[in-house]
């Protein structure tokens, strides 16, 4: 048989691309399940992470059905804003409907295009709340979880990860878990052009809401402080009025001990 | 015939280490072998993929067309990478490692390595002898690539397979973490191999 006639050279192709292509698609639907359940699950680790329902390590050491377990038994009630920063939808607790790090880009694209955007937020019981964050590093896309107080104004933990950063340097906004603790206690100034610094020795000025840049990843630092900002004006409507509101009633019963003491 | 077997599978390791004598595969012995858990993964992984690769290519070296052999190489090698993905991101325990493999992984289909065994070997030879070729390189290129995650995870990251090895003391050296350490090691590990065997020196 002569296999370097032309027809015998597009039959044979289109042969080996279907069995190739029907090898895969049967594969990826076998398999698609058990992904599924891992992505949630590292998600949810992040999240939880975040929120500081245990320590990282724990986390990572605990299997994807303890994860969802617990999840479940932490989970006070979550749902999606958009830009207006009112309720758009719900993210049902009873379903696990959680928004997968995966669907984080098309968020982040309908920040920027200013509409469409179903951005998800996650109350813990104790009130501790979990919002995302997403954006790009050096090499590639960067995202995070953010976990406010109960007073929706100072940040009680964070987590960050990365697809592709520099080990040793970008990476360490994964891996070193000092970088992460330097958020706690930190402060969102919701309302102002950029709501958090995240700079070349920015904590020497002393403001509550800013963290130093990682020395030798200039890049990736910026990238991480885009994302902070843009994330945190998407969610500047939703949590802003509320921290706004909640500094005022503070503002009151200040007075009102003030009064209190006068009399 | 057992003779020429065993050639076939220690060659490769040795002789002809597709890292440190072909010079094949470097792309990617520079970036995994940070840490040698994602360096095992991948040495293993390319391992599974030539082997198979080779097999599958062997199996079909009466029937490719000549004109075309190159894609029809191609389109097996970015099968197996793929199911080897997959099945990596399916698995819970391998998951992580995957993650933090991300695009390497799937970069095994440019390894020159791969495409290399089947043009040189497996077109030309029966199917269990290829499937032994395949694996063999597979090993000799992830017995480089753990030597050199080796070194650089002990001294970039005072630890061995995640655990500290160095007292806490000892102060990581960033140097070894970069890329450009990889390069250096390699040419080290270059120097040593051809020092040690007389063959490969070239006048």
Redesign the interface.
Known sequence: MNTNSNVYTVIYTTIVVVIVSAVLAFVAMKLGPAQDANAKAETLRQMMSAAGVKPTEELYATNNADILQLYADNIEEAYTIGLNGEKNGDLSIAQDKIELISKLKPQHKAILAGEGATLPVYIFKGGVTVIPIYGAGLWGPIWGYVALNPDCYTIAGAYFDHESETPGLGAKIKDEPWFREKFVGKTIEWGEERAFKLDKNAEATGAPNTVDAITGATMTSKGLNEALNIWFKAYEKHFGVGAFFHALEEHAIEETNVNAEEE | MAQKLKETILNPILKGNPITVLVLGICSALAVT??LKGALVMALSVTIVTGLSSLICSLLR???????RI??QL??V??MV??VD??L????AT??ID?QL??YIGLIITNCIVMGRIEAFALGNKPIPSLLDGLANGLGYGLILIVVAFFRELL?SGTLFGFQVLPASYI?N?LV??PPFALILLGCIIWVHRALDKDLQED
């Not at chain 2, 009466?62 to 075309?68: G, H, K, L, Q, S």
């Not at chain 2, 991101?89 to 819970?92: D, H, N, P, V």
């Open positions: 940070v840490q009466n029937t490719i067309p000549n004109r075309v894609i029809v389109v097996v970015a099968m793929i199911l997959q099945i991101k399916a698995g819970e998951y992580a993650k991300s695009v970039g990581p960033n973490i970069l």
